[in-house]
């Protein structure tokens, strides 16, 4: 027989609400009772208050339980949720079906709470990675070329035309360029960014390489909060993952091309998400913030021309760099020619970016 | 008023130190890494580790002090065995944590940036874990805690205090 | 009547005012509108200094143009048409076509409200306070027109902050501190040495120096521009806390090292309180050391002389007379000794702290008055091998650059110098340049401290032996030479090509590996190669050289060595580049140029020419010597023998500057009678500075027809203009001073030169003629290197008469 997938998530909102010891239980129920079960830590759907909310893998798709306190999984698992039985007072059934969840259509978050974070193998199962090979067929002026086009603009709040920022570092002559992702996402009420790099951490890192294919760039920063721990973690882990399986390092995938990425600690500065402080950090200097001009595109990072994009802006990226990947907007999408124009400001971490049909598209 | 004058590391924490130093001073941008790495390996940036890093990387005294002191991360003092953090940020002040800021205060007898006089806990402010739909919020060494109250952070310290006693 | 050089009122206006930021240079105009002003400045400009060229005044705190511009205290914000918010001027630049609004309603709101903040947090103190009527937060309140402070004096605020007296010369009152970085900045953009730092962030912000100690335990050296900097009374003067503000100022030079810089000593009547570095000085740009700041107690200390004061032998107690008296006893002893010895028996030396028209008197008292050449400088005793040496080789015995031009250079090469020491505020230009990334290669066996300069780009440390100079420079030129690093284009058409050919052919030879000198130098072979490679393939390397290098018997050689290594690689006659010799006092340039030397009068024209002797004899009326008098170890020597009985000094302090001080003390008091007196120099501190433009008696002007001495010959790139820069130099042509000419043992051995004769005129082509004189003494080389540098830098002796 077959062991039974069961899912719990692993990002830090359902590890602070005890999924860990959730995850522990399970496990334990499932060697007390002789049931073969495959645990595994997904990220996290964004549906907090379901948190910890217990996936199990059924004939008919994953049923969800939540939420699940530690002491809930005895019961749960005597209410048959090993099967998948519907019968406990936390049984939600089909998660996809839960009607936060139907009325969204996810891109960026399309894999966040399906998958294991550090999978390559889920990652590459759900698209990951085609954007990244898609690229490599382009030149870097095609590569910026599809991010002009596609109208995708920073996510960090700013909304300014992520193409033509790239354009600028593209056709600033350099010897070292740098993709620097702004990860120093210290708004209270915020934590897009940080759902991104927990639960689908390759996508950060295939976007950061195909900027960096685009504009002549070989090393990228991921400047992180000190106050992300798991983030940092989970980044890490990923990278060398990532490395190792050739889609970073000096031949990626085979292509003679270079880029190579490392995570850099903030130190509890808030300033530090300001874009020139957060290099004068990474500098390692006080984070004050610098007077532009000169704009960091042109004389960024250790004064070389330098990418400074959002987490959710370089996780985008995969999507919207070349036209094959590009997902087919829904007609939710305010303008057929350049859907992602339209952008929302990323304070709402449940939905990442997602099409809500109510939403008055922005301007331009 | 001015501090005296910083006394020179002993020899057992400089080649520690030092080891550290050497490991991180050819990177670029060293600076931050350099001291969270001091900082995982002690807890804190000893006064002594300033003139090795300057030295190390070209700085001076008074420029690495001031890189310390600008990042509210890097302590300059031991902690006790743990730190907790507690989130004083929008979200989870709205959501009670000032309620929960001042039982901390008062159950472990020390205002921030102290520690108890048994050493076990530091106590310190912390500006969002991300953790914001959860909230109260706290962290402990690097393990958050949400929708935190009283009775779960006397629940949380009495388990991290409880001394592990060996059976044999 | 003598006039000094008093910066005229244009002048010291052009520097009065602080224009925000520091000037940008570029070929590009960029025309702009200020409040309806039309102004056009070099692109790169910020808003904030155009506005001040144009004469309008925006207010600032934060903002000074010797300090990149900071942005912080938003004072500066003004309107720009058709931009969003209200920048500040500090930080903007000038666009083309931009229009400024600098004063209107909303932003004297603004002003008004930043104001506010600032005095919120700052005691009320003014009619208490040292800066009182001396202070920009003050001068800003009143510019923006503070009326009020909303908020009250009751929150949190810094008034209880300590004051650290620990400085001696300084106070830190951190109580009156806004925080505007601008003592951080100058510690580290002006003197570089990085000691300060802003501690924490936000309202716990406050200035710190080294790990929070007080400043004298930091890595402050007290430089004081921080002092400078502060605009309020945070950091300040004692002297000024003691004193009060000064109500006028002189511009003057500095006496204390070869640097030169230019002060405006701030005045109370006759009390001298405080010593500001000149913005106008060539030099130093505004900047200064401790010293030339801070240690000005000469000013006012016991010991200085004020009147002068005679005696008649040593064992009589100084007499104060009127100067009548003392000038009528010194001409009347000189005359009798004079009479009594001979005309030779008496001369005088001169100093190079001494203005251009002290010097040239005393040369003319020496030489028209007591009608012997008996004239010698102290320049004699640390850079004549700088003279004899470049003279030899360039065809001119001064340094080709100035000061600013290391701001140019690619590669920095220092040897036997240590300016962060010797010449600190000429080291803190050095060290903006390796700040800038130029590469630095020291060759002294001292680690010097400007290979720990904060920031720096790459060093490299050459830790040579004592004592091995020539063995290294020829270890570097072997590389540049076997390597391909040679600049064929310079050497074909600024080089001697025989000669040259002579040279490089020694120099390729295999002894002269750095290889083969690796034992003797203690140098490792491939750093001399790296080394050699870094200068050579520089773009723009730059040779710096002290006492190291001169104060060595194989000086004069090694001097040649430099300058043959500088134009083997093309590194003469431009910007960025050259040889330069550090010297070690203000003047040295000046009191060569004017005739302290025995054998030539003023503009290094030579006593046994007739038509240079008629010249002067004219305007002098009186007959000259054509005869070349003794230099100062000469005059000690003929003392001892008792030829030489009175000496006029000006100036110079032999017993502490001149070699061997027994010898020299030792005749003054044996065989000099001592009695002609002594007669107060006036301050050379608050003396106009004379070196920068000769003011001499009309009727004695053409005597310098000969081409100023250190501009370029015809073809001239070689030895490049210079202005105000690198202190002098001895006499060309000459080599009396040379330390080995001190030790008669020496003397005997007249080693043919012949082979390499040619070479001695030295390689660049020179269009003006050389002039040659009888040799009368060959110098034996030290043993250890004498074949290096005879083969590599033969000489024939010119222009040398010994005594």
Redesign the interface.
Do not use: C, M, V, Y
């Given at each position: 027989m077959m062991a039974t997938t069961i899912y719990v998530p692993c990002d830090t909102t359902a590890r602070s609400l005890g999924a860990d010891a959730v995850a522990a239980r399970l496990t334990r129920a499932a060697e007390r009772l002789g049931v073969d079960i495959q645990l595994k830590r997904n990220g996290s759907r964004g549906l907090f208050w379901l948190e910890p909310l217990v996936e199990v893998e059924t004939a008919t798709g994953r049923v969800a339980y939540g939420p699940v306190a530690p002491t809930d999984v005895d019961a749960l698992v005597d209410a048959g949720l090993f099967e998948g039985r519907q019968e406990h007072d936390l049984a939600l059934g089909d998660i996809e079906a839960h009607p936060y969840l139907a009325r969204q259509q996810r891109l960026t978050f399309s894999r966040i709470g399906l998958t294991d974070p550090l999978s390559l193998e889920d990652y590459t199962a759900r698209q990951g990675f085609a954007g990244l090979k898609q690229a490599l067929a382009l030149t870097p002026q095609g590569i910026v070329d599809e991010v002009k086009t596609s109208g995708l603009r920073g996510r960090g709040g700013a909304a300014f035309p992520t193409g033509i920022k790239w354009q600028t570092v593209h056709d600033t002559p350099a010897a070292q360029k740098y993709i620097v992702c702004n990860a120093d996402e210290g708004d209270s009420g915020t934590f897009a960014d940080r759902l991104v790099m927990e639960c689908d951490p390759f996508m950060l890192i295939e976007g950061m390489t195909i900027a960096g294919l685009a504009v002549g760039a070989t090393q990228g920063y991921i400047y992180l909060r000190s106050e992300y721990p798991l983030a940092q973690a989970m980044l890490d882990e990923a990278i060398v993952r990532a490395e190792a399986a050739g889609y970073l390092g000096d031949n990626i995938l085979d292509s003679g091309h270079a880029f190579h990425l490392e995570v850099r600690l903030g130190a509890g500065a808030y300033i530090c998400g300001e874009e020139t402080s957060l290099l004068e950090s990474l500098e390692g200097k006080r984070g004050l913030v610098r007077a532009k001009p000169p704009l960091p595109a042109i004389e960024g990072l250790f004064g070389q021309p330098t990418v400074v994009n959002n987490v959710l802006s370089l996780a985008a990226v995969p999507l919207f760099s070349t036209r094959a990947a590009r997902p087919t907007p829904t007609t939710a999408w305010a303008s057929p020619a350049a859907p992602w124009r339209c952008s929302w400001p990323a304070t709402s971490p449940v939905a990442g970016w997602s099409s809500w049909p109510s939403a008055p598209p922005c301007a331009s | 008023m001015s501090h005296p004058t910083p006394q020179p590391a002993d020899t057992a924490l400089a080649a520690q130190l030092q080891a550290v130093i050497d490991q991180h001073a050819a990177r670029p941008g060293a600076m931050l890494p350099l001291l969270h790495a001091i900082q995982a390996q002690h807890g804190y940036i000893p006064d002594a580790a300033v003139p090795m890093i300057a030295e190390a990387l070209r700085h001076t005294r008074a420029e690495v002090h001031g890189i310390i002191s600008f990042y509210h991360h890097f302590r300059t003092h031991p902690p006790g065995r743990h730190v907790i953090q507690v989130c004083r940020a929008e979200a989870c002040q709205a959501v009670g944590a000032r309620a929960l800021e001042a039982h901390v205060k008062s159950a472990l007898g020390v205002d921030y940036h102290e520690t108890t006089a048994d050493r076990e806990f530091t106590l310190e402010p912390v500006y969002c874990l991300g953790n914001c739909a959860c909230g109260p919020s706290l962290r402990v060494d690097d393990e958050i805690h949400g929708r935190m109250d009283a009775a779960g952070f006397d629940r949380l310290t009495a388990q991290l205090s409880a001394t592990v006693v060996e059976v044999k | 009547m003598l006039q000094y050089f008093e910066p005229d009122a244009s002048h010291a206006a052009q520097f009065a005012r602080d224009l925000g930021t520091p000037a940008r240079f570029s070929e590009t105009q960029v025309a702009l509108s200020i409040d309806g002003h039309s102004i056009s400045v070099p692109e790169g400009t910020s808003v904030l200094r155009a506005a001040a060229l144009a004469g309008i005044t925006i207010p600032k705190l934060c903002a000074s143009d010797n300090l990149e511009?900071f942005?912080s205290c938003r004072l500066c914000a003004v309107e720009i048409e058709g931009r969003r918010g209200l920048p500040?001027s500090c930080?903007?630049?000038v666009t083309e076509g931009m229009a400024v609004i600098t004063q209107n309603a909303r932003l004297a709101k603004l002003r008004r409200n930043v104001m506010e903040l600032y005095i919120s947090d700052h005691p009320l103190d003014c009619l208490t306070c040292p800066a009182n009527g001396d202070c920009e937060l003050q001068d800003m309140a009143g510019a923006v027109g503070l009326r009020e402070v909303r908020y009250g004096f009751d929150g949190a605020n810094h008034l209880d902050a300590?004051t650290?007296a620990s400085n001696p010369y300084f106070s830190f009152d951190p109580s009156k501190c806004i925080v505007c970085s601008r003592c951080v900045r100058a510690c580290n953009e002006v003197q570089g040495?990085?000691?300060?730092?802003?501690?924490?962030?936000g309202f716990d912000s406050k200035v710190?120096?080294?790990?929070?100690?007080?400043f004298m335990?930091?890595?402050c050296v007290s430089c004081g521009a921080c002092v400078q900097a502060c605009p309020t009374s945070t950091l300040m003067e004692k002297s000024v806390i003691e004193q009060g503000v000064p109500e006028h100022s002189v511009v003057t030079t500095c006496a204390y090292c070869g640097v030169g810089c230019s002060f405006e000593a701030q005045m109370k009547g006759d009390q001298l309180v405080r010593m500001v570095p000149y913005k106008g000085g060539d030099a130093n740009h505004g900047h200064s050391c401790v010293k030339g700041r801070f240690a000005f107690g000469y000013a006012t200390h016991k010991d200085r002389i004020k009147e002068p004061m005679i005696r008649d032998a040593i064992d009589q107690p100084w007499r104060a007379v009127s100067w009548e008296e003392a000038i009528g006893f010194a001409a009347r002893r000189l005359r009798e000794i004079q009479t009594q010895y001979g005309r030779e028996s008496v001369g005088g030396i001169t100093s190079s702290r001494c203005t251009n028209e002290e010097t040239y008197l005393v040369q003319k008292l020496i030489r028209a008055a007591f009608g012997n050449n008996n004239t010698d400088t102290c320049a004699r005793v640390c850079h004549s091998p700088t003279g004899y040496g470049l003279k030899t080789t360039l065809g001119e015995s001064a340094g080709t650059q100035t000061f600013d031009s290391v701001m140019q250079a690619d590669t920095i090469l220092v040897i036997g110098a240590n300016p962060t020491d010797a010449h600190p505020v000429f080291a803190s230009q050095m060290k903006r340049r390796l700040r800038q990334g130029a590469t630095l290669i020291v060759a002294d066996p001292r680690r010097i401290d400007l290979l720990?300069?904060?920031?720096?780009g790459k060093s490299l440390h050459l830790p040579l032996k004592p004592g091995t100079n020539v063995a290294l420079v020829n270890a570097l030129a072997h590389v540049v030479v076997t390597e391909g690093l040679e600049d064929h284009d310079f050497i074909a058409r600024r080089c001697e090509g025989d000669a040259y050919q002579q040279w490089r052919a020694f120099i390729s030879e295999p002894r002269n590996a750095p290889e083969a000198l690796e034992a003797e130098t203690g140098v490792p072979a491939a750093k001399v190669r790296e080394a050699a490679r870094a200068y050579a393939t520089a773009g723009n390397g730059a040779i710096y050289y002290g006492l190291g290098v001169t104060e060595h018997s194989q000086g004069s050689t090694m001097v040649m060595g430099i300058a043959n290594l500088a134009m083997a690689t093309g590194n003469i006659g431009r910007e960025g580049v050259g040889v330069n010799p550090l010297r070690g006092q203000n003047n040295v340039q000046g009191s060569c140029d004017m005739g302290s030397f025995p054998h030539e009068l003023p503009g290094y024209q030579h006593v046994a020419d007739p038509a240079v002797r008629e010249k002067f004899e004219a305007v002098w009326h009186t007959p000259l010597d054509d005869e070349p008098g003794l230099r100062i170890p000469n005059m000690f020597d003929a003392a001892i023998a008792g030829t030489f009985k009175a000496l006029y000094v000006q100036g110079e302090d032999i017993a502490q500057s001149d070699p061997n001080p027994a010898r020299g003390v030792g005749p003054a008091r044996a065989g000099l009678p001592d009695r002609a007196g002594h007669l107060p120099q006036r301050d050379r501190q608050v003396r106009p500075r004379a070196a920068a433009r000769r003011h001499l008696p009309r009727e004695e002007r053409h005597l310098h027809q000969r081409r100023a001495p250190h501009q370029p010959r015809a073809q001239g790139d070689a030895a490049g203009g210079r202005k105000g820069g690198l202190g002098g130099h001895p006499g060309p042509g000459q080599r009396p001073g040379l330390p080995d000419a001190l030790h008669p043992s020496v003397r005997d051995h007249g080693r043919d030169r012949q082979p390499h004769a040619d070479l001695h005129r030295g390689q660049l082509r020179q269009a003006g003629k050389t002039r040659q004189y009888p040799v009368a003494v060959q110098r034996r080389l030290p043993r250890r290197h004498a074949d290096h540098a005879l083969a590599g830098l033969p000489h024939r002796q010119g222009a040398l008469r010994d005594h």
């Open positions: - | - | 511009a942005g500040a930080t903007t630049p300590e650290d040495t990085f000691a300060l730092t802003i501690e924490g962030r710190a120096a080294g790990q929070n100690e007080p335990d930091s890595e720990k300069t904060p920031h720096g």
